[in-house]
């Protein structure tokens, strides 16, 4: 039996969750490793070694180690391609390109003003950080525009690439389940028609609920 893939870091992470999603998708065994982050073990010159930025997660597959989430899925397609659900990262160029674009959108106009919404409203509550309402406002405000322009495509296809899920899709869930979920600002996705019918549809998949139960149990 293969030996299985090693994911360091607490799945209430949202970016360690984004990799457990996909290694669930993909049906590849994998092993949880904690890392204490209140005292500060992603810090340590040990984990230093495989994440030098001291974020999580660090990734670790035989003699390989990777950091940076999107990385690491797009790693687990192509390597454990024949496995799981073998469309997630596209089977031709051009499904591979729209599937990037999204991944893009995701990285450089989704994940900035969610994960400043996402740190704010769910994070800094019960860091008992002093939530900065001037900060929330101007975010929900990029969010929304952003949210607009999705709208406008998902009633066009009914996933962000086209007509299946893909890791386009996956990568959003981490913040959004954070931002609808917990933080009370679901109405930013469910007020609008089409990106509300497939957040409903993204979070339903298998793979998720069990990112979730894993998040419930280590809370
Ligand atoms: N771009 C990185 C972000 C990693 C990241 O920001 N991780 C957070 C948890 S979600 C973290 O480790 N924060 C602690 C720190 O930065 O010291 C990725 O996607 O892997």
Redesign the pocket.
Known sequence: MATPVKVH?PPM????S??LACLLEKNVDFQLISVN?AKGE??KPEFLKI?P?????AFEDGGVSL??????CRYICEKYADKGNKGLYGTNPLAKASIEQWLEAE?QSFSPPS?VLVFQLAFAPRMKIKQDQVVIKQNEEKLSRVLDIYDKRLGETRFLAGDEFTLADLSHL?NTQYLVGVSGRGELFTSRKNVGRWWNEISSRDSWKKVVDMQKKSA
């Not at 992470?13 to 360690?16: K, Y």
Request: net charge positive.
């Open positions: 870091g992470s949202t970016a360690v984004r990799v982050m992603h810090k994440q930025f001291g974020q999580v997660p950091f940076e989430s999107r990385a690491i990285g994960s981490p």
